[in-house]
């Protein structure tokens, strides 16, 4: 599985960005799909999780009510629509992949097989 994260770049604190991640092996919706991100110095952390079916989604506390992760298998494409940015959420964001994902672990880089290249986003104050 190959995938490609893309939409990251330069934003004002409050301005809004949409990432995405394609690969061709979404047909039918057999992957759930996880963002994670990694600031300067920091560790990678879990941002959000879609559910192969797209039924079941996951959020970190600190983007909820602000990030909304949604599904197109037509378009092979998972997005993380970020609203609200602010300067903490500067990092690279990476999307990751695996068929079986377990609720409860989300957001733990463990549960991924596959990891596709970073895009990264800058939010100025």
């Known amino acids: 599985v190959q995938l490609q994260a893309s939409g990251g770049g330069l934003v004002q604190a409050g301005g809004s960005l949409r990432l995405s991640c394609a690969s061709s092996a979404f047909t039918s919706g057999y992957y759930a799909i996880g963002w994670f991100r990694q600031a300067p110095g920091q560790e990678r952390e879990g941002v959000s999780m879609?559910?192969?079916?797209?039924?079941?989604?996951h959020y970190a506390d600190s983007v909820k009510g602000r990030f909304t992760i949604f599904r197109e298998n037509a378009q092979n494409t998972v997005y993380l629509q970020m609203n609200g940015l602010k300067p903490e959420d500067t990092a690279v964001y990476y999307c990751?992949?695996?068929?079986?994902?377990?609720?409860?672990?989300?957001?733990?880089?463990?549960?991924?097989?596959?990891w596709g290249q970073g895009t990264l986003v800058t939010v100025s104050s």
């Open positions: 879609i559910s192969s079916s797209g039924a079941s989604t």
């Open positions: 990751a992949a695996d068929e079986f994902v377990r609720s409860e672990f989300a957001l733990l880089e463990s549960e991924y097989a596959y």
